[in-house]
C-alpha cells in the first residue's frame, strides 16, 4: 500500500529552538499534504493544507509565521515550529492524498506515522 | 467549514458485545466518510469507510451506516474483542476535492474487557 514517512518521530528541544519535520509521500505524488496536531486523550485538530508550489491555507488560530510549512516537490512537506515553547508540545501528524497523477488511485489518504514534539 | 460530533466519548462493553459510536456532520457537500483506529502514540489506521451514495458497508465485525438525510453516521463493532479496545475517531470529507481536508470526531475511547 501507499506509505506516507513523517521524520522524525521524536524530538526534544529546549524553549525557543526551532524544529523541522519532514513528511514524505513513498510511493506516490501529492498535491495536497495535510498537518494535524494532537493533544493528549484528544482529536486530531487539523491545521493548515499544504499545497505543492504555492502557500499553506492555515486554520484559523493557527499562527503562520509560527508553523512554517514548506511544501516545495510532490512529495515533500515540511513543518518548522519556530521558537518552540512547551505548550508546542503535541503529537503532529502529517497525512497526504494521492493525486492519482501516477497511481490512479486519486483521493485516497494515508497518514504518516507522526512526530512526538517535546518542549522543554 | 465541516463541523464532526461524535458520541459517546467513552465506551465500555464485555467481551462479545456490541459497540456502536454515532456521529453527525454538518455540512451537506460531504460525501465521504471514513472511521479510524488509533492506539495510544500511533497513527490512526482506516477501518472502514463509506461514500454517499451507499446507506450501508460491512467487513467483518464492523460495519458502517450512513443516513445522509439526516447527516449522521454510525459504527458498528459485533462480537468484540479485548484487541479492539482502542480510540475511534470518525470523519468526513468532501472527497471529489484533493484539498479538503478531513475533519474528525472528538474521538471514542472504546474499552472490552474479557
Known amino acids: 500500500g501507499a506509505v506516507v514517512s513523517q521524520h522524525p518521530s521524536r524530538v526534544i528541544c529546549k524553549s525557543g529552538t526551532s524544529v523541522k519535520i519532514e513528511c514524505r509521500s513513498l510511493?506516490?505524488?501529492?498535491?495536497?499534504m495535510f498537518w494535524y496536531r494532537q493533544f493528549p486523550k484528544q482529536s486530531l485538530m487539523l491545521m493548515a493544507t499544504?499545497?505543492?508550489?504555492?502557500?499553506?491555507?492555515?486554520e484559523q488560530g493557527v499562527e503562520k509565521d509560527k508553523f512554517l510549512i514548506n511544501h516545495a516537490s510532490l512529495t515533500l512537506s515540511t513543518l518548522t515550529v519556530t521558537s518552540a515553547h512547551p505548550e508546542d508540545s503535541s503529537f503532529y501528524i502529517c497525512?497526504?492524498?494521492?493525486?492519482?497523477?501516477?497511481?490512479?488511485?486519486?483521493?485516497?489518504?494515508?497518514f504518516g506515522e507522526g512526530s512526538r514534539l517535546t518542549v522543554l | 467549514g465541516e463541523n464532526v460530533e461524535q458520541h459517546p466519548s467513552t465506551l465500555s462493553v464485555q467481551e462479545g458485545d456490541s459497540a456502536v459510536i454515532k456521529c453527525t456532520y454538518s455540512?451537506?457537500?460531504?460525501?465521504?466518510f471514513p472511521w479510524y483506529k488509533q492506539e495510544l502514540g500511533k497513527r490512526p489506521q482506516l477501518i472502514i469507510d463509506?461514500?454517499?451514495?451507499?446507506g450501508e458497508k460491512k467487513d467483518q465485525r464492523i460495519a458502517v451506516t450512513l443516513n445522509k438525510t439526516a447527516k449522521h453516521f454510525s459504527l458498528h463493532i459485533t462480537e468484540t474483542q479485548p484487541e479492539d479496545s482502542a480510540v475511534y475517531f470518525c470523519?468526513?470529507?468532501?472527497?471529489?476535492?484533493?484539498?479538503?481536508?478531513?475533519?474528525f470526531g472528538k474521538g471514542t475511547t472504546l474499552s472490552v474487557s474479557s
Open positions: 470523519a468526513a470529507t468532501w472527497a471529489d476535492q484533493a484539498g479538503t481536508a478531513l475533519i
Open positions: 455540512d451537506s457537500a460531504s460525501n465521504y
Open positions: 463509506i461514500r454517499s451514495n451507499v
Open positions: 510511493d506516490f505524488q501529492a498535491t495536497t
Open positions: 499544504s499545497n505543492e508550489g504555492s502557500k499553506a491555507t492555515y
Open positions: 497525512s497526504a492524498r494521492d493525486s492519482g497523477l501516477s497511481s490512479g488511485r486519486a483521493g485516497e489518504l494515508f
